[in-house]
């Protein structure tokens, strides 16, 4: 029960909170980007497995107790195959988020790819900024893309 209640409380926190905290903490650079996109990945796939996990089909696992499979024979071909689709679609899926909120995190000071888009807009740079949005579009499009492409194959199989 406190696991749960850790999790809550460090999902109800925002990226860019866990940002500055983490710039203040360790100074600004990739190192506190880092430290913030690994706890807030955290958070997320541990609610999103807990909900796979929670809706596993019982039946196989009942029908494989009646044949009276042991614990190990359980987990390998009953549990196991229900959830490696989901639990790898989940971790595509959170890469994609973390893609976007790197940016964010770049904006104040945490290195990652919103680091190049400050530093071109705090010099005027304004063709380098506009180049760079269309970059990160064009690379959030594709990345969107491929894994709507993986998930979609995962989980139908």
Same mark, same amino acid.
């Given at each position: ?44 796939? $541990? ?54 909120? $790197? ?11 919103? $680091? ?14 506009? $180049? ?26």
């Amino acid at each position: 029960m406190l696991l749960f209640l850790l999790l809550i409380v460090i999902r109800t926190i925002p990226a860019i909170v866990y940002g500055l905290m983490f710039i203040r903490v360790t100074g600004p650079g990739p190192f506190a980007g880092v430290l913030t996109m690994s706890l807030t990945s955290i958070g997320m796939l $541990a609610k999103l497995y807990v909900y796979v996990i929670e809706d596993l089909d019982k039946g196989v696992l009942e029908s494989m107790e009646a044949i009276r499979c042991t614990l190990m024979e359980k987990i390998r071909f009953g549990i196991w195959p229900q959830l490696t689709a989901l639990f790898l679609s989940i971790v595509i899926y959170r890469f994609d988020m973390n893609l976007r909120d $790197a940016t964010v995190l770049g904006l104040v000071g945490a290195g990652g790819i919103g $680091a190049p888009l400050i530093f071109a807009m705090n010099a005027y740079k304004w063709s380098e900024v506009r $180049a760079i949005l269309l970059g990160l579009m064009l690379l959030i499009l594709v990345v969107e893309y491929v894994s709507n492409r993986i998930r979609t194959k995962l989980v139908r199989g």
